[in-house]
């Protein structure tokens, strides 16, 4: 076994379209002299190096999403999975390979696989990395990914003006009351309009977090449904097949078929191929200040 160390795995697609929007609030978005948009990467980099030394990791990671919504396995399973996302902005499509040669030039691996998405990825390499001794770390701005959160596995969620809340076992318990065990069947209940994930109609987070800390977990729910309300216990015969499907719409896969090395995950690089990239994109003095 490899040498015990801390990853920092970063959610490349939260990190990005945080920054692209985080940016683009007053209409202006930065630019090369040659007309290249870069306000994205810019602030992704930003980020990174803001986490990295907030984190000081051994090895840092990006984890991305690399398919089209419909060639997602969700999709395979439910069709409405994502269906209200919209294109991605002109302004942000160029950025999306621009911002991995940002991140090869820092030698840290750029991380998909098709038909997944970054959580899956970054839920695959946690697991394999805590298994191994290592201590893991996950930026990110999805709160899905508190079902990843263990022993050696604790989630930065980020949050506007560059703060975050962090996620332990005893954090978790402490701020929203269930484990990271409760985290997917949470989700099952209440579903998630963001993602388009239905849940059961009627219920809300609320509701779903006492039923499942009251229960334990879904299974155990739908076991003792004379325990609930008339009307609650009607509500949740109706809708057993939606909540089931929900739950594995929430759940973050494990086992992606990712290729992952430790040792070319190592938190080092060359600084020259940094600057030289920092000119390219025209980051300024001040980026190029963070890693002289």
């Not at 963001?194 to 499942?212: H, N, Q, R, Y």
């Not at 920092?278 to 980026?287: K, V």
């Amino acid at each position: 076994m490899n040498e015990s160390g801390k990853v920092l795995l970063i959610d490349g697609m939260s990190f990005l379209f945080r920054a692209f929007y985080g940016s683009a609030w007053g209409g202006g978005y930065r630019q090369t002299s040659t007309g290249v948009y870069t306000n994205a990467v810019y602030g992704f980099t930003k980020m990174m190096l803001d986490y990295a030394e907030l984190v000081r990791p051994t090895h840092l990671v990006v984890g991305w999403d690399v398919a089209s919504r419909e060639s997602l396995v969700r999709s395979q399973w439910y069709d409405g999975y994502k269906s209200n996302r919209q294109a991605a902005p002109d302004e942000l499509i160029p950025q999306f390979d621009l911002v991995k040669e940002v991140t090869q030039a820092f030698s840290v691996p750029n991380l998909g696989c098709p038909g997944f998405e970054g959580d899956d990825v970054l839920g695959t390499v946690s697991t394999r990395l805590a298994l191994d001794g290592h201590q893991v770390i996950i930026a990110t701005g999805d709160y899905d990914s508190l079902q990843l959160v263990s022993e050696n596995v604790s989630v930065k969620i980020l949050k506007n003006g560059g703060k975050h809340e962090h996620y332990d076992p005893a954090s978790l318990l402490a701020l929203r009351g269930i484990t990271p065990e409760q985290v997917v069947d949470v989700k099952a209940l209440m579903g998630d309009a963001s993602d388009c994930i239905p849940g059961c109609p009627g219920i809300g987070e609320k509701t779903a977090t006492k039923l499942i800390t009251e229960h334990g977990n879904l299974d155990n729910l739908y076991t003792n449904l004379d325990s609930c309300t008339p009307k609650m216990r009607s509500k949740l015969e109706e809708h057993r097949e939606l909540v089931y499907l929900s739950q594995r719409l929430a759940t973050i896969i494990r086992d992606v078929p990712v290729d992952f090395s430790y040792e070319e995950a190592a938190w080092q690089y060359d600084r020259a191929t940094v600057h030289s990239k920092f000119d390219e994109l025209e980051f300024g003095r001040t980026m190029a200040s963070r890693v002289s």
